[in-house]
């Protein structure tokens, strides 16, 4: 199996001072795909790498070495002025493509910073439509608010 | 109170060294092509993406409340598997428009969420790391070109190589600054 690192980057700043401050954690404000980066390796991108609207190419189940994916949020400055999580995955459109993204905490890298990660294995290629939804905390560990984003991946042959 | 422009450097480790190999250069970094990296820059101060060549604007500051570009670098993996830190940022001495970058490493409370309850606030946890930022204050407009030196080590900290990014044959990147 390999390991597609599917790395989103949010701009928290951004985020709060253009959709606001909420306590909505049942119903997250929708956030457009403005200023939010989600970028895979270069080999596996293929459009729009490092956009909101990522197109990639993914090995399928039954191939010689199927591909996981595995998403992790993290906020432009490393979360050293606040930090952004993952909460929730809804699969909107082709939930059969992919298995549903759980939650894993792996063992630290080298940097001593856990691990935090969603994991899902392609089943097959297709298009697939899902809600991010995901929390901002300030420095301070206060919730600033949760938000929900639309991406898309076309895992493709 | 300062204002601070963030800029996050994404790379590709896993392709980096398929690609060219480990090294020992250190103070000889190998240059890596445009596609095993790029800079992301706060939305406030120009966002989006550029391969390497920046733009950035942001107000001049005082000298009570300068203006600074804080330069960090991360993999993919969010330096899970491989890490990846800035092992030199320069910028060209000629440059008007921003000082000379330096080296800063200070410890913060990271906020780490629960696997089980992500959402729930009260299971918030803290854990101390080190924030590894280069930094530079923004003097005036203008352009300056500059270059990033990346070390890259594994998931116990053995170093892999040392490599530049944002370098090329048509010539170094630059950050112009509005």
């Known amino acids: ?157 | 109170m300062s204002e601070i422009v963030n800029v996050l450097a994404l790379v590709c480790a896993e392709d980096v060294l398929a690609k060219y190999g480990p090294n020992d250069g250190e103070g000889d970094p190998v240059v890596l092509g445009e596609d095993y990296g790029g800079l992301i820059v706060a939305a406030a101060y120009g966002g989006g993406q550029a391969r390497f060549d920046l733009a950035i604007t942001a107000p001049r500051g005082t000298s009570a409340a300068p203006t600074l570009v804080r330069w960090r670098a991360c993999t993919l993996s969010m330096d899970a598997a491989y890490q990846c830190e800035i092992e030199k940022l320069t910028i060209s001495a000629q440059a008007d428009c921003l000082q000379a970058a330096t080296s800063q490493n200070k410890s913060f409370d990271l906020c780490l969420a629960d696997v089980e309850a992500p959402q729930d606030p009260s299971k918030l946890t803290t854990e101390s790391v080190v924030d590894r930022y280069w930094e530079s204050q923004i003097k005036s407009a203008g352009t300056a070109s500059y270059l990033v030196d990346i070390k890259i080590t594994d998931h116990k900290g053995a170093v892999q190589g040392h490599y530049r990014i944002g370098s090329s044959a048509t010539g170094q990147p630059t950050i112009r600054i509005s």
């Open chain 1, 1 to 157: 199996m390999s390991i597609i690192n599917i790395s989103v980057v949010v701009d928290a700043n951004y985020v709060v001072q253009h959709y606001g401050t909420n306590n909505a954690w049942q119903s997250p404000p929708a956030f457009y795909h403005e200023n939010i980066y989600l970028t895979v390796r270069g080999s596996a991108a293929v459009q729009q790498n490092a956009s909101g609207w990522l197109v990639m190419q993914a090995k399928e189940e039954g191939e010689t070495d199927v591909d996981i994916l595995r998403w992790r949020m993290q906020e432009i400055s490393l979360g050293a002025d606040s930090q952004c999580f993952i909460t929730k995955f809804n699969i909107q459109a082709g939930a059969s493509l992919i298995t549903a993204p759980k939650q894993r905490r792996l063992g630290s890298g080298a940097n001593s910073r856990p691990d935090c990660l969603w994991e899902s294995t392609v089943l097959t290629r297709g298009h697939v439509q899902y809600n991010l939804e995901f929390m901002v905390v300030n420095r301070q560990g206060h919730v600033q608010g949760y938000y929900t984003y639309d991406p898309a991946i076309e895992i493709s042959q």
